[in-house]
């Protein structure tokens, strides 16, 4: 059909203006998503700044963590877990047992309540309770005593003492005395548990470190010397300025020093010093420092932070 002059200027004004719109379409889309997601990370920015600033969140709460250093690899804990493991190799220690033992004390509690006294059990064992889910009804004890670590942890020790688990692998003298329904699951957790049983025994020095928050409360000297006493049969002097001095020489004062630095969360601990280091709450791991010769000296909090 015949277009005549006016149609033509018409038809060719509005693919001009058709053009013109699709060029900008995209970036004017692209704005809004820019816009957008500024004002998102403002919101969020502003939201943190107000937690920290405001509410007084505490980011090194996150932080909060044990580790043991074996070679290039750094294994980790939760305090409560790293507390739970110190007393495990320390039982195994006082019983006269080797650093294998530990070991396959903490894998085993690892993979039974991710090494926490949990009160209560599953399907399987609705009965199981404590670090390594004993059972009242097979005979482990009251659910009280499984329900008190120390006497979880001797038990557990009794039971692998009565037969040769230095010639067996991890999982199966662990499964040995569990009798668990799943006896290969001890295995992937021989490694993490090495790490801290070595360092726990004191049979690697200054390799334990806790990262934790300011002490939130006082400690108390005398709860530390009572607890030290119960699970390793050490006895400590009470000094003044709220510490704790144990005279202690070689492998075992570094047992006893990373035992404390293990349970430093749980009782205020500020410093622990031994054989020329010292960790610190503040720093969290081992410096050099000079330190009474033969002597572990834990210092605590007097008071809150």
Request: proline share 4%; glycine share 10%; charged share 15%.
């Amino acid at each position: 059909m015949p277009i005549d002059a006016h149609q033509r200027v018409l038809a060719l004004g509005s693919g001009q203006v058709q053009e013109r719109h699709g060029r900008h379409r995209g970036p004017r889309r692209w704005g809004r998503t820019l816009l957008a997601l500024t004002l998102a990370a403002g919101l969020i920015g502003g939201g943190l700044y107000a937690a920290v600033n405001f509410i007084g969140l505490d980011t090194a709460v996150a932080r909060q963590k044990c580790t043991a250093l074996v070679g290039s690899t750094l294994h980790t804990l939760s305090p409560d877990q790293a507390s739970n493991a110190a007393l495990i190799a320390a039982v195994a220690t006082r019983r006269g047992m080797p650093t294998r033992a530990a070991t396959i004390g903490i894998a085993t509690s690892l993979q039974e309540s991710k090494l926490t006294n949990i009160g209560y059990g599953d399907n399987a064992g609705p009965d199981s309770r404590g670090l390594f889910q004993q059972r009242p009804s097979m005979g482990w004890g009251t659910e009280a005593q499984v329900m008190d670590p120390l006497y979880a942890a001797n038990r557990f020790f009794q039971e692998l003492e009565t037969f040769d688990y230095a010639s067996m692998s991890l999982t199966d003298a662990a499964q040995r005395v569990q009798r668990s329904g799943f006896p290969l699951a001890y295995a992937p957790h021989e490694e993490k548990a090495a790490a801290f049983a070595s360092a726990l025994t004191g049979a690697s020095p200054s390799t334990l470190n806790c990262t934790l928050r300011p002490a939130e409360g006082a400690g108390s000297a005398k709860d530390l010397a009572a607890e030290l006493k119960a699970a390793t049969g050490q006895a400590a002097q009470v000094l003044g300025g709220n510490r704790v001095r144990v005279p202690v020489r070689g492998k075992q004062g570094w047992a006893i020093a990373q035992w404390a630095v293990a349970n430093a969360d749980k009782q205020h601990t500020e410093s622990v010093s031994y054989a020329g280091l010292v960790w610190n709450r503040s720093e969290g791991h081992w410096v050099p420092a000079a330190t009474s010769d033969g002597y572990v000296v834990v210092s605590l909090a007097d008071s809150g932070k």
